[in-house]
């Protein structure tokens, strides 16, 4: 009885189950999912997703969730705009991105189905490998900006590539929706870059003045195209501070009475900047650096007088006024040297260096001309047999040598001159 009790109570709740299951399977199915995806870009800096809203939705507070893909980082949103906007900085423009769609009944929790579109930021047709490849730029003094690319794999052998650029203050994109437009539309409205590098007479690099001060945070993008659609474009975002390069400062350095080096340089251009100050020692193969200094001049405390020091500095953009976290130093300044006073113990190393080296180097000389100097100190005694004649009497008498050396002989040529035996006949 028990048993059969159990198995009843078993089936009331599968069967109620069942029901309420298939009753939201209807619920669900009311809900239609979003329809027409599309992408857009609001200007350059903004990347534009599109979509129209579900229809049969008049019960229903209707909201949308948004999952965007890119960089390996989903990132989700719930709202009830048909749109959704972000900053180029938060997707990598140059890979294919997903983004999902999904209508929410938000007073009874009901989803739709998604909707999903596979973008390509950059919209240009063209293979892959025909776009440009190692791509940077950098941002000379604050004046000009220079940006160097290798040609695509593939790219045609008449390629010419053309580098475009926009620049913006905001970090975020604006509040208004514009009209989205395609990429190649919005080509026109960048500057262009007119002085171009060449490498086999293909562009390979350009440079345009770009005059901006550090804190204004200045956004950059540029795209390379050849306006083909065979070439597919290439975009690139930055923060322009992260690539600027700054002029080296101008230093000077002397030795104070109380026995440190004071440094200083002259570099209040810039604002938001980080020195760093490079000491060599002459007794010393190690160098002393000294980093993220923010004023214009460093003292180097217990400076030895009979060193000889050795300093530079370069700078770089704080890590304050950016937001991507790289930095480029400047190239080093000229370096400053205080020579060190000399003293009476470093000739007596000096002498005690020298001395030895002299008597070895001595030595050795002597042993290579042993046999010369053995010469010079006992000359060879010539044998009497050989200069003095045998009558040795008549040389001691006459005081001088007998021996005279032979004449060489005076020998005159001899002519024969023969006479004929006979005569000619005269006439």
């Not at 980093?291 to 000889?308: F, H, M, Q, R, Y």
């Not at 480029?328 to 001395?355: H, V």
Request: include cysteine; glycine fraction near 4%; charged fraction near 20%.
């Amino acid at each position: 009885m028990g048993s059969d009790r159990c198995c009843a109570i078993i089936l009331i709740l599968w069967v109620s189950i069942h029901f309420l299951l298939g009753s939201l399977a209807k619920k669900q199915d009311y809900l239609p999912p979003p329809t027409n995806l599309t992408f857009g870009m609001d200007g350059m800096f903004c990347p534009v997703f599109q979509w129209n809203p579900s229809e049969n939705t008049a019960n229903c507070s209707l909201k949308y969730s948004e999952i965007f893909l890119a960089k390996n980082i989903t990132k989700k949103g719930k709202g009830a705009n048909t749109y959704y906007k972000t900053h180029v900085r938060e997707v990598d423009i140059n890979k294919e991105i997903l983004f999902t769609v999904q209508a929410v009944c938000d007073n009874t929790n009901i989803f739709s189905n998604n909707t999903t579109l596979s973008v390509q930021i950059a919209t240009g047709k063209g293979n892959p490998n025909t776009s440009v490849r190692n791509f940077s730029c950098i941002w000379y003094h604050l004046e000009y900006v220079q940006c160097t690319w290798t040609p695509g794999r593939d790219a045609p052998p008449n390629v010419n590539y053309t580098l475009f650029y926009w620049t913006s203050g905001e970090i975020h994109c604006p509040f208004n929706l514009l009209q989205p437009k395609q990429f190649h539309d919005l080509l026109p409205t960048g500057s262009s870059c007119s002085n171009y590098t060449y490498s086999n007479g293909i562009p390979t690099g350009c440079q345009f003045k770009f005059q901006k001060a550090i804190a204004s945070l200045s956004k950059l993008v540029t795209a390379v195209s050849d306006w083909s659609k065979e070439v597919k474009p290439y975009l690139y975002y930055v923060d322009a501070n992260s690539i600027a390069k700054l002029k080296p400062p101008v230093i000077s350095a002397y030795r104070t009475e109380n026995g440190s080096i004071h440094v200083s340089w002259n570099n209040t251009a810039y604002e938001k900047v980080l020195y760093e100050v490079l000491v060599q020692k002459s007794n010393s193969k190690i160098h002393e650096n000294y980093k993220g200094i923010n004023e214009l001049s460093k003292e180097i405390p217990n400076a030895a007088s009979d060193v000889t020091y050795t300093a530079k500095v370069r700078v770089r953009v704080s890590e304050l006024s950016i937001s991507d976290g790289h930095f480029l130093w400047s190239d080093w300044s000229e370096e400053q040297t205080l020579q060190g006073e000399s003293n009476g113990r470093d000739i007596a190393i000096l002498l005690l260096l020298l001395i030895p080296a002299i008597i070895i180097v001595a030595a050795v000389i002597l042993l290579v001309y042993m046999r010369r100097l053995k010469i010079l100190i006992f000359p060879r005694v010539p044998d009497p047999g050989k200069v003095l004649s045998s009558d040795l009497q008549q040389w001691l008498k006459n005081g001088r040598t007998v021996y005279n050396e032979p004449r060489k002989e005076e020998i005159c040529p001899i002519s024969m001159l023969e006479t004929p035996l006979t005569s000619p006949p005269v006439e």
